[in-house]
């Protein structure tokens, strides 16, 4: 074995995933024609590895929603409201809720965009192996075997599983069910390996953050009783987005793991780590030197250079992909309209996987690897780059005097409700959006679609009661890709699509050069939004942290100098729609929190970076202007310092799903403007009911005064239906007046 993968994009060059589940969901086909793409996705994945010359396949790393939720399913850790639904049902009740019954809390998958289902784990939880013998890995192992091909089922590790989990009730330790947890997985090994596996790949990138002498000792306990099955696959344990702790790899350095897979693009100090322990004797090294989280091409020398400095620390070294390939598009031969220069810099999951066979070609049999064309410069703006080194203080004025001048202005009642931001994308908008590219409407056409939209949006939210409104962005495919779009300095795709959660996929935009906004980019549509009504508008932009998280990012400068650039448009936008009269103007940064180093020790640096890229970005306007800010789906317990030097005049934030704790956490903190904790989850198809909103507020005003708490959804609307939407947020203004009226009391 000389090459492998972690894992592949399982959404099909087509997006065929996305719409097999949303049409199962709409009761347009059965269970059984789901399965059947299911299987067609997967053969697809496995002969085309075993055709592109990759030696080692992995397996069961498709998912109809999400692998965590998988894992929950595969070991029956299933919450009590879900077990009186079966099957498919329960599983996509679990990911996405059912009218009586909420989902899953979901958040992100590390630093990265992806969003997984996170487990409910408490006192009364017992693991067992879920439908024996025809449980998926087992099942997808033998589908592979049929078809000829030989692959590496792949599990969430115990020890990333449990320290993931969410306790079901307070002060209960998820890591106490360890032993349980690891029985189930002895009881799958042996299954696998009865089989006929000869290898199975256990993902645990806990171990790249920091650990607890506690935790690394359930590691040592975990692995220790694996180690010692004496009828099991041999074990490849992978721990990537980050170096891994000394004390985490000597544990595996003297388990009986045959393989370790480590992340050598992310993780810097990994050659260190390694020579530290002493290196892996006897045991093999899948160096992950192709980076899986961007799409720039590697560098054939610095790859076999970092293999080469692992030479001696290791028993033999297998060329890898630093950790799965899902979060990359599938193929850049599908991108015939990008640019050039910009396309002689990437590389997509297909290309990564023929990097990575001839890198092992190369070092495994010393095949030579051909000459590529020399990489491309980026793009250099001498005047982006003047301009920011003549920015000084980028502190806003006194809070007090805002929130006062900010009242004055804007007349809003405590409880002022509004949304994030996005209404309904309708096939008709996304329709006019398709003939607009192609030419079948003229952009007079276009224009009149989105004012007639946008009139529409108007006319509900006032009728809804709503005090704040939105102009509903008919206009955005995506609230990156919208403004990469027209900023110099960013390439877009047209089918390089990424999963983010569910049937939920993304087309990170590019960002390859020096950014800079060569026209305003929101200014029209919101000018023509405010004309409508004498309530306040929302101004609508994208921070310049989510502006990079969710984009793939040059990687020759730091990104602090890049986000800095972002953020500097970002300004000048600002400075227009408060010309324009736009007196609240929203920056969403959801990415704050994910793109959090998961060392404690890089934190500082990356926090203070952050920050004074949002302070950049919003500092310019007057007292009376308010800015807003928006972050969902991700723990923000860490940061609550950070989102209070953001020094915004109101965060929303997302609290559905966690029964309101941020709000508790931001009182604890000492937070003091305006706060938006979301009332309903919109990831969900149900419509909750009033009471369920008012229930939620009330428990956001035991840490929050009326006059700074705001009431709002969790999230953009984008994904929904008009009717639910409409319900919900009748439901929402319902909730607010009720609580409203109570507050003299």
Known sequence: MNTTILGYPR????RELKFATEDYWAGRIDADALARTGAELRE?????LRDAGVDAIPSNTFSFYDQMLDTSVLVDAVPERYRRLTGLDRYFAMARGVQDVPPLEMTKWFDTN???LVPELGPDTRFRLADGAAAKPLAEYREAKALGIETRPVLIGPLTY??????AVDGFRTLDLLDGLVDVYA????????SGAQWVQLDEPVLVADRTEEEIDALARAYGRLGRLSSRPRLMVAAYFGTIGADALRVLARSRVEAVGLDLVAGPGTVDVLASVGG???????AGVVDGRNVWRTDSRKALAACASVLGLVDRIVVGTSCSLMHVPLDLDAETALDPDVRGRLAFARQKVAEVVALGRALGDGVPIPDAAPLPEPGIDRGVRERLGGIGDTRRGDRAARFAAQRDALGLPELATTTIGSFPQTPEIRRARADRRAGRITEADYTAAMKAEIARVIALQEDLGLDVLVHGEPERNDMVQYFAEQ???YAATEHGWVQSYGSRYVRPPILHSDVARPRPMTVDWAAYAQSLTSKPVKGMLTGPVTMLAWSFVRDDQPLSDTARQVALALRDEIADLEAAGIRVIQVDEPALRELLPLRNEDRPAYL???VGAFRLATSGVKDTTQIHTHMCYSEFGEIIGAIGALDADVTSVEAARSHMELVGDLRAAGYANGIGPGVYDIHSPRVPATEEMEDNLRRALRAVEPGRLWVNPDCGLKTRAYPETEASLRNLVAAAHRVRAGLGG
């Open 280 to 286: 892996l004797p006897r045991k093999t090294l899948v």
């Open 114 to 116: 992806y969003h997984y």
């Open 162 to 167: 449990l320290l993931l989990a969410k306790p």
């Open 187 to 194: 009881e799958i090994l042996e299954r696998l390996a009865g």
């Open 487 to 489: 900023l110099d300095g």
């Open 11 to 14: 959404i099909g060059a087509r």
């Open 608 to 610: 203070d970076w952050a």
């Open 44 to 48: 697809q994945v496995w002969t085309g």
